[in-house]
């Protein structure tokens, strides 16, 4: 399994990106994706999952500004990130959990600061 993110970068407050996980090594329709972020001295946190059927669900903090899909023939997941904030500043990492393992792509950097 290999998930390679893009996409980060520095942005000013009320910007906005478009991360990028580039999946292989299964069959990435059948699988639900995630997107999950760390930001300095904090833990890794779930920011929004797709599943396999294409239904979003997203952390309350980021309900309204940030949106996930993907598409099943680019094997690839998105994060739209909108409006964003400094405490959206971390790193942003994709994830898959496939036959009951963890799989973490090597992560992009968000920082928002003006």
């Known amino acids: 399994v290999q998930l390679q993110a893009s996409g980060g970068g520095l942005v000013q407050p009320g910007g906005s990106l478009r991360l990028s996980c580039k999946a292989s090594g299964f069959v990435f329709r059948l699988n639900d994706m995630s997107w999950y972020r760390q930001a300095p001295g904090k833990q890794r946190e779930l920011v929004a999952l797709i599943s396999k059927g294409s239904f979003p669900e997203y952390v309350d903090s980021v309900k309204g500004r940030f949106t996930i899909s993907r598409d099943n023939v680019k094997n690839t997941v998105y994060l739209q990130l909108n409006n964003l904030s400094p405490e959206d500043t971390a790193v942003y990492y994709c994830?898959?959990?496939?036959?009951?393992?963890?799989?973490w792509g090597q992560g992009t950097q968000v920082t928002v600061s003006s």
């Open positions: 994830y898959v959990n496939y036959r009951g393992r963890n799989n």
